[in-house]
């Protein structure tokens, strides 16, 4: 009982990066922006993160360096995929390649360094409860973060006016112009909130999950893993979550296969994520081809059940949106 | 665009290079790079002698292969992110060729590689169109996992079933005879064969995509899918035949990489060129005639920037840096011509 929750505490912590950055993407494909560029917008920040809290000894200050780092990537994604109304997916590809070469570039001194990282927070009293003290009484401020970013977002997204205005410009940008909403302005903003929310994730990542900055981090490939499973989770921010923590319990089960194959060499495990990536966006997205709908048609249980695991990406997802053009 | 003249347009190019140059400033001087010197020490390392020439040529030509190829999928409107793995996958399948003839071969044996190299390759490649046109999946993504899976492969056989008697190191496979190494431009360590290849991959791709009637089908999918079904292009037969063929010519590029450069099997065979070659193809607005000159300015900075942790202490990504700030400019400035014009047609 005590491996199985200390394996749950270690899947919730390899999974905080993970959900962060999920979050931000489902927040900005919500709004209508695909931004691809965060795999190297985690590195980055990820970096910017730990140089900031070995500079000023701060980590919680290197945190909202990462936050900024990640915000001002998703600003000029924005900038010029909105405003200038060039090609989301060109300029979030560059932005990947650029960032992650920066990341490297202006890490160079920080390479191997010491420095301070999040440690654990200690809950009072629920140390010595049996199940729940193992997994939550002493664990990374990351995964409390993640946590309560899970509910806040769901509760934004579904249950408040901001929330609506978000789903409005990412469903139909015309509707929602004409019921005076800015379109434009509101859709920068949720990338730029986004943004933020992914440079949290590459702190987590150098600051708790992977504390330390070096060639390579250890975090490379990640945001192409959120990316998918923003898919997988249909833009819902509780699925998605959850498809974070699915893909961390891949992560964590990696170390054990490790043992129970010795005569695979180690770093083939690490790229084991990337097929799972394929087959889950390939189950996810078998649903909308012809013959497997036909199928589902005809079996009401499984017509029930694709009902509950429909998605729909964002109407408008990846549209541009020019107001000039009217309604 | 065509209505500017040669004159704005040349302004304009000028403008993104400025754009260009003042970024990479911005973001380079902070970490300790003196722009002038650090220039100077780019373009120094990157041409000052023959052997350096050699260099550039030599990742000129996996770097033209993949650019060229990825003209094609993307005249289909289709994302060739999986052209890193392609490069990968065709070096696996070059060296798997070569593995029976350990003591050495003639040119049979190598263009048996070369054409194993081309399969593997196209292979990777069809994988990503079947996942595509069969399993909705974004080519992006299965792209990018075939990268990551290609990689996988190459760190399993140079551990496990194709290591070096005695050590497995991420040095690599045991070298190959030197019998199966393309010959020798002179006594640089550029081959002429890979320089022929290359050459040749852009004259294919120019009269495959300009000169044929599959070229012009190949466009008129890219435009409108929906049309093309209803004239019966058969777009998905097309979408992977062009996956195959930009695939094939990544596959080649890692060839060259296996029997010119490194001579064999590394982690590291494909140098990050895919990646690249996707930013030269984009930098050069996917015109065919500007793809060997951009490719032979990168290749410049990417041999040029060795120097730099040597003389500057500054990490040799700046080239990747300064490649990205590039394309990124460039990006910025046609958007700022189109909001421009827009603001002038709106008055």
């Known amino acids: 009982m005590d491996t199985f929750a200390l394996t749950i505490a270690a899947i919730l912590m390899a999974g905080a990066p993970l959900v962060l950055a999920t979050l931000g993407e489902t927040l900005t494909e919500k709004a209508g922006i695909i931004n691809l560029s965060l795999d190297g917008s985690i590195l980055l920040s990820a970096m910017a993160a730990f140089a900031c809290s070995a500079t000023f000894d701060s980590p919680w200050l290197g945190m909202a360096a990462g936050a900024a780092v990640g915000a001002a990537i998703a600003g000029a994604l924005g900038v010029i995929g909105i405003f200038l109304g060039q090609s989301q997916l060109a300029v979030g590809f560059i932005l990947t390649l650029l960032s992650r070469d920066l990341a490297y570039f202006l890490g160079h001194n920080f390479s191997r360094q010491p420095g301070p990282d999040l440690g654990l927070w200690t809950v009072p009293g629920l140390g010595k409860t049996p199940f729940v003290g193992l997994i939550f009484g002493s664990q990374s401020p990351v995964v409390y973060l993640s946590l309560a970013a899970i509910a806040f977002s769901w509760w934004w997204m579904y249950r408040t006016e901001g929330g609506m205005r978000l789903r409005a410009v990412g469903e139909s940008p015309r509707a929602a112009f004409g019921r005076g909403i800015r379109v434009r302005l509101v859709r920068l903003c949720y990338c730029l909130a986004g943004g933020a929310l992914v440079g949290l994730a590459g702190g987590a990542y150098s600051l708790a999950v992977k504390p330390g900055w070096g060639r390579p981090q250890g975090c490379e490939g990640a945001g192409w893993i959120a990316l998918a499973i923003v898919i997988f989770g249909g833009w819902h921010p509780v699925r998605t979550a959850l498809g974070a923590f699915f893909f961390a319990a891949l992560q964590v089960s990696g170390i054990y296969l490790q043992e129970l194959f010795p005569s695979i060499p180690a770093p083939v495990f690490q790229v084991a994520p990337f097929p799972m990536m394929i087959l889950t966006l390939l189950a996810v997205n078998m649903g909308r081809v012809g013959w497997v709908q036909d199928i589902v048609r005809r079996h009401p249980f499984l017509k029930a059940l694709s009902r509950g695991w429909s998605i729909e990406a964002p109407a408008a997802l990846g549209q541009d949106f020019d107001p000039k053009k009217g309604l | 665009m065509n209505r500017d003249s040669l004159l704005a347009q040349i302004g304009w190019l000028a403008l993104a290079l400025l754009l260009a140059l003042l970024l990479t400033v911005i973001v380079a001087w902070p970490a300790g790079a003196p722009p002038l010197e650090t220039i100077y020490v780019l373009f120094k390392g990157g041409v000052s002698s023959w052997s350096k020439v050699g260099r550039v040529l030599a990742g000129w030509v996996p770097l033209t292969l993949c650019s060229a190829g990825l003209l094609i ?73 075939l990268n990551f899976v290609a990689l996988g492969v190459t760190l399993w056989l140079i551990f496990g079933p194709w290591k070096r008697p005695g050590v497995a190191s991420m040095s690599g496979t045991k070298p190959l005879d030197i019998s199966l190494w393309l010959p020798r431009l002179g006594n640089l360590s550029v081959s002429w064969v890979g320089l022929v ?144 014009r827009q603001r002038k047609e709106a008055d």
């Open chain 2, 73 to 145: 999928p993307f005249t289909a409107r289709l994302w060739n992110i999986g052209v890193e793995g392609q490069v990968i996958m065709g070096a696996i399948f070059c060296t798997a060729a070569l593995r029976p003839f350990e003591d050495g071969g003639g040119t049979g044996v190598i263009l048996l590689a070369l054409a194993a190299s081309v399969a593997g390759g196209a292979f990777w490649a069809l994988l990503a169109g079947l996942l595509r046109v069969f399993g909705r999946v974004h080519e992006i993504f299965s792209g990018l996992g």
């Open chain 2, 197 to 340: 290849l290359a050459c040749a991959a852009v004259v294919l791709v120019y009269i495959l995509l300009h000169r044929t009637k599959w070229g012009l089908k190949m466009r008129a999918v890219g435009e409108n899918p929906k049309a093309a079904t209803l004239f019966a292009l058969g777009p998905r037969r097309r979408l992977l035949q062009a996956f195959m063929l930009c695939g094939g010519l990544a596959g080649l590029a890692g060839a060259t990489q296996v029997l010119s450069v490194y001579h064999r099997l590394l982690p590291n065979i494909s140098s990050g060129y895919g990646y690249t070659a996707l930013l030269v193809s984009m930098m050069a607005s996917f015109r065919l005639s500007l793809v060997p000159f951009i490719c032979l300015f990168f290749a410049v900075l990417n041999v040029g920037s060795i120097q730099l942790p040597l003389q500057l202490n500054l990490d040799s990504s700046l080239s990747g840096v300064i490649q990205g700030v590039m394309v990124l400019s460039l990006f910025i400035v046609q958007g700022l011509r189109l909001w421009l």
